[in-house]
């Protein structure tokens, strides 16, 4: 492929340009910035070279990795970026959060190497792979443009980009524009792919007391009601919210889950800055600060509990982001077309959606889908539930059926849910059915595993018994056909509980979508 050789000087300057200019503008200051904020400095431009920028500072003499950092300023080098093989645009949280790992781990995987560089665009780079660890041939050209979701379903719809980054689902009227466009279904999983979980994190300065708050609290803070720690048993300190700037998409979810329909502003003395980097550090340096960041971005600051409206405690961590039920998260995805994706594309995406690529997942701080295995004791929170004196005498033998069976069993982190108002397992279904069948391959014969039904509380508790039985012996086929043979030393068996045992609330349509589900136990052998 002769246009990939050309790709070989991704990151490296028009050399030709650069020399020819050398002597005017390295007397020039140039400013170095990263797109996380840790790095923001002006100096002169020395040189560059080993693709690094070296400038002079007041600190003295520094040398700048180029793939760190974009370059303003007359001096700065032309950064040349050779012919593209597969251009992906989109979600900041995904392009700057996860695609740099994800491309080395690719790389990696195919015994190559990885070279990433920012260009001159702001919030973009290109990675060349070089086979042999980087002593071979170029194996293709990828370069990322960071902006939003909308504008990266845009560049597929005018084919500027072959894979859209998105930190939502895609909408109705975009999946519309582009089917019409001749791009297949979007909602397909062959075009649909999701690639990890970001959970939105309250956190606190680790010198904080409160370690649990209610939604109510938080919106009395947020909303500046609530103005010093004391009015919610903390010391007496001023709070200070801190919070990403407009338009974040981050902020807009976190916003929508805990504003929902209520009218009320933001409170004005927030502090607003530009990403969750500069929210995590100004957590860190206030006694009183409170801010929301992605898992990724926690940077030691205290993470907070929080109690729904329906008194449920959702605990930030990571077995209750893979099943879904810490409410304070979005999925992360990556969207292609179904007439035009190269064999390049398709074969980083079918890395990126792979069992391979958890480990690279969970070192950008994001969350992926390989299975977590949990003991269910009489300590859990649930456990407690079920014990409750004052539950529905309806449902109370169903409550004391299931404490009895789930002490005796594990939970995996695997909960398959459904579409709405539909008997289909929603688009999270099929990554869920291959992780689990690749997990319980690794389980010793004799290995019991239980698919257990969850529904809302809509409609008679008859009915949703009922029905969650159904459901649950639906995946259990599901997943049995699925799996074929390879599953011949597990034992299966379903039960359904109906509205029991609620991980969301009933209340908002978000919560009852978190209730209809169906976990997965499992034993293994005595």
């Known amino acids: 492929m002769n246009h990939l050789k050309k790709a070989s000087a991704v990151g490296a300057m028009t050399l030709a340009g650069f020399l020819a200019t050398a002597s005017s503008t390295y007397a020039q200051d140039i400013t170095l910035r990263s797109s996380d904020g840790t790095v923001n400095m002006n100096g002169e431009l020395v040189s560059f070279e080993d693709n690094s920028y070296v400038i002079r500072t007041a600190l003295g003499q520094l040398r700048v990795s180029a793939s760190r950092v974009s370059c303003t300023g007359a001096a700065c080098p032309d950064l040349a970026v050779g012919d593209i093989d597969v251009a992906a645009s989109g979600s900041d949280a995904v392009g700057l959060g996860l695609m740099p790992l994800l491309l080395e781990g690719y790389a990696a995987s195919m015994d190559a190497a990885a070279t990433i560089n920012n260009t001159t665009q702001i919030g973009q780079f290109a990675a060349g792979l070089v086979a042999d660890q980087g002593f071979g041939d170029d194996i293709a050209t990828i370069q990322v443009t960071s902006t939003g979701t909308s504008d990266g379903l845009a560049d597929l719809l005018s084919r500027r980009s072959e894979i859209a980054m ?4 895609i909408q109705p009227v975009e999946a519309e524009a582009l089917s019409a466009d001749g791009a297949g279904d979007m909602f397909d999983p ?4 999701i690639v990890a979980v970001d ?3 309250v956190i606190t300065h680790p010198d904080n007391p409160i370690q649990t708050m209610n939604v109510r609290q938080l919106l009395g803070i947020y909303s500046g009601a609530i103005s010093n720690w004391s009015q919610v048993g903390g010391p007496d300190l001023p709070v200070q919210v801190v919070i990403r700037n407009v338009g974040s998409n981050r902020r807009d979810v976190f916003e929508a889950r805990i504003f929902g329909s209520d009218a009320t502003a933001l409170t004005s003395d927030a502090q607003v800055v530009a990403n969750s980097n500069e929210v995590a550090q100004a957590v860190n340096a206030n006694p009183g600060a409170i801010g929301v960041v992605g898992y990724a971005f926690q940077r030691g600051a205290q993470s907070v509990n929080i109690v729904n409206q329906c008194g449920i405690t959702m605990v930030p961590d990571t077995f209750s982001a893979k099943t879904e ?6 999925r992360l995805f990556l969207y292609t077309r ?3 994706l190269s064999p390049e594309g398709r074969d ?4 990126a959606t792979s069992a391979e690529a958890d480990n690279v997942i969970r070192k950008a701080g994001f969350i992926g889908f390989s299975v977590d295995r949990r003991e269910q004791s009489l300590e859990d929170v649930r456990a407690q539930a079920l014990l409750n004196p004052n539950a529905d005498p309806n449902e109370v033998p169903f409550m004391r059926q299931m404490l009895a069976r789930m002490i005796d069993y594990d939970r995996l982190s695997t909960t398959f849910r459904f579409r709405t108002g539909s008997s289909l397992l929603d688009e999270r279904g099929r990554i869920d059915k ?3 069948v690749e997990y319980l391959e690794t389980q010793p014969a004799g290995t019991e595993v239980l698919l257990v039904g969850f529904t809302d509380e809509v409609g008679p508790f008859s009915n949703n018994l ?3 039985e159904r459901r649950s012996a639906q995946v259990t086929a599901e997943l049995q056909e699925f799996a074929g043979t390879r599953l011949n030393g597990i034992s299966f068996a379903s039960v359904g509980y109906g509205e029991i045992a609620p991980a969301g609330c009933n209340a908002s349509e978000d919560g009852r979508r978190i209730n209809r589900r169906v976990e997965v136990w499992i034993k293994s052998p005595a």
């Open 325 to 330: 039920e810490y409410a304070l998260q979005r």
């Open 434 to 436: 291959l992780r689990l």
């Open 348 to 351: 980083f995406v079918e890395y």
């Open 199 to 201: 959970s939105l994190i």
């Open 190 to 193: 062959a075009q649909e792919h």
């Open 338 to 340: 179904g007439d035009t």
């Open 166 to 169: 998105a930190a939502r689902r």
């Open 466 to 468: 009922a029905l969650s």
